[in-house]
């Protein structure tokens, strides 16, 4: 039975979390070792991004994409807007496209609110071909 890299991220973090913090250097030998025998060893970034997502959800964290059309600093009151419309803590990792024109674009995690200038206008030109 092949594992995914969330299992394997998941079963890293419940180990990690359940053990004392000396015997962390351990727990990571041994799971290096059960991804070698599983022919698994490719996937250290996907579960390393996995077990992060995990750790961070734990400590009420959640990780956000935001688009923007061109480069520009996401500065404290933006991510204090952003929290309160995710009402949770975000991580950002910000995005550039051009494409969007204006406005911004933000994914957590399945949950998306496009405000871009892009989407707005393709709305309004559905609307009038109506």
């Known amino acids: 039975m092949k594992l995914t890299s969330h299992q394997y991220a998941q079963a890293l973090y419940d180990a990690v979390s359940q053990t004392d913090g000396k015997d962390h250097d351990k727990v990571l030998d041994n799971f290096v070792k059960i991804l070698a025998q599983n022919g698994d060893l490719a996937k250290h970034s996907e579960i ?3 077990y992060k997502i995990l750790d961070m959800k734990s400590k009420g964290i ?8 061109r480069e ?3 500065n404290s009151g933006i991510l204090d807007e952003l929290n ?4 949770n803590k975000l991580e950002i990792t910000k995005k550039v496209d051009a494409g969007i024109v204006g406005g911004l674009v933000m994914r957590v995690e399945d949950i998306l609110l496009d405000a ?6 393709n709305n309004l030109n ?3 071909k109506q």
């Open 48 to 50: 390393e991004s996995a």
């Open 116 to 121: 871009s200038v892009k989407t707005q206008l």
């Open 84 to 87: 309160k419309i995710a009402k």
């Open 62 to 69: 959640m990780q956000a994409e935001v688009t923007v059309a």
């Open 72 to 74: 520009m600093e996401i």
């Open 126 to 128: 559905n609307q009038l």
